[in-house]
């Protein structure tokens, strides 16, 4: 499946969440991802994700789309990739 | 179409993308957003965008899809919405 993840956690777990979610998926922007993922995989990096969080007060969303093409991503601004500025 | 929309600016141009990217979807986490537009307000909402933003620093992505159903969407943590605390 086609995977965009967009985390929101407190600053002290975001350099593990950061290197969880580049495990699984390809950084694209501040704390979102993308990438293709199994149904396993998904549920891996669900549960491997909480074993970081403190989910009282951190959050992590996946958005899920069975095929690629059903999305379609438009770029404005600073092209992917090109900056090690991340939160 | 639904679009979830996810930007990273610099902090003294976030309020100004915050009250813009609300104007036109729902806020959901941090700075990403998401919600019903058509092709039309689309493209408003870029060049509305593009007038806040410095498009050598800053980006704005937009992920499209033509029927929400084609997506899925699994939270881990905390639900969302459910505070005042974003970027």
Redesign the interface.
């Known amino acids: 499946m086609y995977v ?1 993840a ?1 985390y ?1 956690v407190a600053a002290e777990r975001t350099p593990k969440m950061l290197k969880l979610c580049r495990r699984y998926l390809h950084w ?5 991802f993308e990438g293709e993922l199994s149904e396993l995989q ?1 549920k891996e990096l ?1 549960l491997d ?2 074993k970081i ?15 690629f093409h ?11 990739n090109d900056t090690d500025s991340f939160l």
Not at 28 to 32: A, D, E, K, L, Y
Not at 53 to 67: G, Q
């Open positions: 965009i967009v929101d694209i922007q501040n704390s979102v998904i669900e994700a909480k969080m403190d989910e009282s007060h951190d959050s992590l969303i996946l958005f899920k789309s069975r095929h059903y999305m379609e991503k438009q770029l404005v601004g600073k092209s992917l």
